[in-house]
């Protein structure tokens, strides 16, 4: 472990010194950092990450797309990348974070997550800040950072969500899928989480995702005493199964479909949080303080 770390360290150098390099302005904010979550799976939730990535760069964003999956990141799949390093690779020190990144649709930076982050909140604090330290470049180089995270129940990515600025929480017409989305708000609820909001995939109607976000919202306020934005929803549509097939955001392979419609309209309530929204910033370092049990 011991000169693992060391090679590790020695390539975390080598990065930094390049970031050095690179000009980046000093009054460049802080990017957004939006975690998309959900309480089961199956809910399209990494192909809302991915499209909501791509109509934000379409709206000349600097985006980034971190897949935070453990162990079962897809986002290179459902964009047609073909990588092969990812985070796993960083934390054992056989490539450094700019080796990873891609440039997906849009130009967006896509990086790979596999199993990686799993492995960056078990392995020593040390190395996990010198990771970490790679990551924190990614905030003043974007507008938005994107996390995919998995399920929000997951007690291993938490300290993900709980470091976003906003919190996409995913749910389909499905009656066991709400129920989920209510148990991961409630996880979420006592977690100082500053923004969240609840998204319908796959409705069937305007009224139906209307009806179902707005009981959230009361069984959430009644119960819990917190707030759920609505962020709307993407309907149904045959257009998407279709883009996933091919291995293509479905905002590029139909861009003119309901989805596609909803998903620009997400972008825009996303990009006007971001200008009325007050950022915390350090989202990586604070990341690192909650998997080190540091954290409030």
């Not at 290179?76 to 997906?104: F, M, P, S």
């Not at 998204?199 to 919202?217: F, G, K, M, W, Y």
């Not at 955001?249 to 996303?270: E, G, K, N, V």
């Not at 950022?279 to 540091?294: I, L, T, Y």
Request: aromatic share 4%; glycine share 8%.
């Amino acid at each position: 472990m011991t000169d693992q770390a060391n090679v590790l360290r020695g390539l975390i150098e080598r990065g930094r010194s390049a970031a050095a390099d690179a000009p980046v302005s000093a009054s460049k904010s802080k990017a957004l950092t939006i975690a998309v979550t959900s309480g089961k799976g199956g809910v399209g939730k990494s192909n809302i990450a991915l499209n909501l990535a791509v109509a934000l760069a379409e709206q000349d964003a600097q985006v980034c797309l971190l897949d935070a999956n453990l162990g079962l990141g897809n986002i290179d799949l459902l964009c047609g990348l073909n990588g092969y390093w990812n985070l796993t690779h960083v934390v054992t020190g056989a490539r450094t974070l700019k080796d990873i990144v891609l440039t997906g649709p849009a130009g967006i930076r896509v990086v790979p997550g596999a199993s990686g982050l799993c492995d960056v909140v078990d392995c020593p604090p040390s190395i996990q800040q010198e990771i970490f330290a790679q990551l924190e470049s990614l905030e003043q180089s974007h507008d938005f950072i994107l996390i995919d995270t998995g399920t929000g129940i997951h007690q291993s990515v938490r300290q993900f969500i709980y470091a976003a600025d906003v919190v996409l929480i995913v749910t389909t017409p499905e009656p066991t899928s709400i129920a989920d989305a209510y148990a991961t708000v409630k996880i979420f609820s006592t977690g100082h989480v500053p923004h969240l909001e609840a998204l319908v995939n796959q409705a069937d109607s305007p009224r139906q995702a209307h009806a179902i976000i707005e009981s959230l919202q009361k069984t959430a306020r009644l119960f819990l005493r917190t707030s759920v934005s609505s962020a709307g929803s993407i309907p149904r549509d045959r257009q998407v199964p279709a883009a996933v097939a091919r291995r293509l955001p479905y905002l590029i392979f139909s861009p003119h479909c309901p989805a596609t419609r909803a998903t620009r309209q997400l972008a825009r309530r996303m990009r006007n949080l971001a200008q009325s929204h007050t950022r915390r910033g350090d989202f990586f370092p604070r990341v690192r303080q909650r998997s080190s049990g540091k954290a409030a």
